[in-house]
């Protein structure tokens, strides 16, 4: 039996907050509070500057989790779906909503259309919340340094960044290792070519402290 029209479009709809979860890393109240004038898709970023914290059952409309706006990078490829899916809203409208067109609840999205579709891909107990780890992955992947990560995540602090998701960067002992053998490299064979050196390199036995 094909899909009803309907159920494609709210497959579609579930499927661009899923992937707006997944790169720019918004946390669920963030992204619940998102209005379309909050987005700018030529410069392709988005500022966060409000959230949908749930009190008492009730969403009330509040400040991001540390209480500071932030400027968030779109992927390029998300703007024109994004684009799409904000054609025709008010610049106050929200971005994603419920299928009556009210906040999205974090409960009913995840219990009525994440849970069932992570379990129908063996990703059974992922949870929303779980795509922030997705992001900073992808980030940390494509080669953003801690400072970057935080800024996006909208941590306090790079080394609240740093204690999160410190095992991202494991890697990185091993990368310098290998860009300072580039660079000694590098600067061996121009010595071979031109007989100086230009790797910016301070011979300490030469340089004299202040006051000798």
Not at 30 to 52: P, Q, Y
Not at 105 to 117: D, E, G, I
Not at 154 to 179: C, E, I, P, Q, W
């Amino acid at each position: 039996m094909a899909a009803r029209p309907e159920d494609q479009t709210c497959c579609r709809r579930a499927g661009l907050l899923v992937r707006f979860l997944a790169y720019p890393g918004l946390r669920w109240g963030e992204a619940s509070a998102l209005r379309v004038s909050r987005l700018d898709l030529l410069r392709r970023r988005v500022t966060v500057a409000v959230a949908f914290p749930e009190v008492g059952g009730e969403l009330v409309e509040g400040t991001p989790k540390n209480h500071q706006r932030r400027s968030v990078p779109i992927p390029r490829f998300l703007v024109d779906e994004l684009a799409a899916h904000v054609a025709g809203k008010r610049r106050d409208a929200l971005v994603f909503t419920a299928p009556n067109g009210g906040p999205l609840r974090n409960t009913n999205f995840r219990s009525r259309v994440f849970a069932p579709a992570a379990a129908s891909v063996g990703l059974a107990g992922l949870t929303p919340h779980d795509l922030r780890h997705t992001a900073a992955s992808l980030a940390v992947a494509a080669g953003a340094n801690v400072k970057a990560v935080q800024r996006m995540l909208g941590h306090a602090s790079a080394s609240m960044a740093l204690d999160v998701y410190a095992g991202l960067f494991g890697d990185d002992l091993d990368a310098v290792a290998n860009r300072l053998d580039e660079a000694c490299a590098a600067r061996d064979k121009d010595y071979l070519r031109t007989g100086t050196t230009d790797g910016g390199v301070i011979d300490l036995g030469k340089r004299r402290s202040p006051g000798r």
